[in-house]
């Protein structure tokens, strides 16, 4: 099987200075790699793969929920957590509604310019705009960029609607759903499907009322869930060492209920590094990425046969004569290709 041996030297003019500024720590230069990446511009698929050799695994945690949860200001609170531990943080916002990148959405600017005096934080908005890969595969870019970059610890915001923003929170190592007082029927329809995803649910505005019966019924939701895991194990005298989600309250605003917060996401992240989940969760993130990235080229190849063969899309001819016939050399060449194997 072949391995990377993309070397750094050999890398498109423009990008190789920002692949050696990155693993010498420049932020300018993660920040112009990061748009070369948003752009899809020449040879960055190539400076990924660098960047990916020399990523250690960094830790991601991935915070979501409905637009105005208060993620953000969470987000903020938990950057500053981390830099009192001395961890350096590389926070992404996912904002697939945003027509801008680069950290121009109004709130990310007013944070990066508060926060500009410390250079061991580094955030970035990314936007749908663009992304000849696709939102997901780009997010993932950056995270082995921030990765190769030396961050301890790297955030991910996203409002949590969607497919492919559930597709990006899910992959992280820890995933935090933040709620809101009230949201139990939410919960209870388990909507997008949050009970599977979380890790760590933080009832975030617990200055208002009804935080701590929402915690109670997501609890109560949580037992459940777990109950019928055993149930539907078959073995119902074993008792699983399964991780049991978290459900902790938060003021953001007033900085209440972040130290939980946190230890709760230690606590997970300890469990999923012991129980050798850590290894499965980061096995099938690499799984989905490459899947999306083959579905991208076979996309590709598609149109080029397409437009090869333009012969075939008469009239006379239907959609699935026609694709059928397309697809029949693709069907034989990866058959002689498992074959192989
Ligand atoms: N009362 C109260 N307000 C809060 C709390 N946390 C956040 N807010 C406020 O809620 C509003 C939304 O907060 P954000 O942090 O921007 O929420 P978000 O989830 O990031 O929002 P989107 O990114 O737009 O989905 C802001 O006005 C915050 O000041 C809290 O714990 N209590
Ligand atoms: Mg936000």
């Not at 790297?154 to 609607?161: C, K, P, Q, R």
């Amino acid at each position: 099987m072949n391995v990377s041996d993309t070397n750094i030297e050999d890398l498109d003019d423009d990008l190789r200075p920002l692949v050696k500024g990155v693993l010498n720590g420049e932020q300018l230069s993660l920040s112009r790699l990061i748009s070369s990446i948003e752009n899809g511009d020449p040879g960055y698929r190539d400076a990924v793969k660098v960047l990916h050799s020399h990523a250690t695994g960094t830790r991601t945690i991935g915070i979501t929920g409905q637009p105005g949860a208060g993620k953000s200001t969470l987000v903020d609170k938990l950057v500053d957590r981390l830099r009192e531990q001395d961890l350096t943080v590389g926070v992404i916002a996912v904002d697939p509604s945003s027509p801008y990148s680069g950290g121009s959405v109004l709130g990310d600017r007013v944070r990066q310019t508060s926060r500009s005096e410390d250079r061991d934080v580094f955030f970035r908005s990314m936007s749908a705009r663009g992304h000849v890969g696709g939102l997901a595969a780009a997010t993932f870019d950056v995270v082995h960029a921030m990765d190769a970059f030396g961050k301890d610890v790297i955030l991910i915001e996203t409002v949590g609607a969607g497919q492919n923003e559930v597709e990006i929170v899910r992959a992280a190592d820890t995933v935090c759903v933040v709620a809101l007082p009230g949201a139990g029927d939410d919960v209870q329809a388990n909507k997008a499907g949050i009970l599977e995803i979380a890790d760590v649910f933080a009832v975030n505005k617990a200055d208002f009322d009804g935080a701590k019966s929402t915690a109670l019924e997501l609890q109560q939701m949580i037992r459940i869930g777990q109950d019928l895991e055993r149930s539907n194990s078959g073995d119902p005298v074993e008792e699983p060492a399964n991780w049991v989600p978290r459900v902790e309250l938060t003021v953001a605003t007033k900085d209440e209920g972040v130290d939980d917060l946190i230890n709760a996401f230690d606590a997970h992240y300890e469990h999923i590094e012991k129980s050798g989940e850590l290894a499965e969760t980061r096995g099938r993130r690499f799984e989905q990425e490459v899947r999306t990235h083959l579905s991208n080229e076979l996309d590709e190849l598609g149109d080029a046969v397409v437009e090869a063969h333009h012969d075939l899309l008469t009239a006379d001819n239907d959609p699935y004569t026609a694709s059928e016939e397309l697809v029949t050399p693709f069907r034989r060449a990866v058959e002689d290709y498992l074959r192989d194997d």
